[in-house]
């Protein structure tokens, strides 16, 4: 059985609602996003601008791509993983600029919280993970999840990170979570399975999601 399997009966697709450029005013519907580098927030942008202002150089905005990517191959021990000294089995490691080691952030009711990371331990990862040196710098990140069996792995645009964090932050109850927000964050990750550019690998494989 798959990770998240019984929960798929809830997965639907979001009806992309009418919206507007956050640059323009334009009105919109599915559309792309950019992040602004300053503030690191995610604007909402209809194509012409994402264009314009994702393109120049020194550009206040990038875009953020959309695919994404499970790591199917990707490597990482029990020891490397507990060597982050990351309080939870979930985290999203992000380049910023041209900085050669990543800002690590968890998410938590609070929000995402970020962990410090030592520059040794990344290259580890990435000496033993070529594809991570793929990743494109401030939009796109490398997302662990560890709370599944088997664990996962993915590249993907850091708004999907922004939204795991922001669900998490706003449905967690009590000390454990709560029923409902697990059950939101399994549809999350089947939904980025279902989206994913790699073939998933092992779905017969007998796992269970923990809360």
């Known amino acids: 059985m798959e990770p998240f399997a019984s929960l798929r009966p809830f997965l639907r697709q979001k ?3 009418a ?3 956050e640059l323009c005013g334009a009105s919109m519907d599915a559309h792309p996003h950019l992040l602004d580098l300053k503030t690191r927030k995610v ?3 209809c194509e012409p601008c994402a ?3 994702g393109s120049q150089a020194a550009a206040h905005y990038r875009r953020i791509p959309r695919d994404v990517r499970m790591l199917a191959d990707f490597v990482l021990t029990d ?6 000294a990351i309080p939870i089995n979930m985290a999203y490691f992000c380049l910023a600029g041209s900085s050669s080691s990543p800002t690590v952030f968890y998410p938590s009711p609070a929000g995402a919280t970020e962990s410090l990371l030592a520059i040794d331990s990344w290259q580890e990862i990435v000496a033993d993970n070529p594809a991570v040196r793929r ?3 401030d939009v796109e990140c490398l997302l662990v999840n560890r709370v599944t069996s088997p ?3 993915f590249l993907t645009p850091i708004d999907e990170c922004y939204r795991l964090v922001g669900m998490i932050r706003s449905k967690w109850r009590g000390f454990s979570g709560g029923t409902e927000v697990w059950k939101d964050i399994g549809i999350f990750f089947i939904s980025l399975e279902n989206r994913s550019t790699v073939p998933r690998k092992g779905s017969d494989a007998r796992s269970q999601f923990h809360d």
């Open 51 to 53: 264009i314009l202002f």
């Open 15 to 17: 009806a992309a609602g």
């Open 151 to 153: 664990h996962r792995y």
């Open 43 to 45: 604007v909402c942008s």
């Open 135 to 137: 990743m494109q710098p």
């Open 79 to 84: 020891a490397q993983w507990e060597a982050l």
């Open 19 to 21: 919206s507007r450029c």
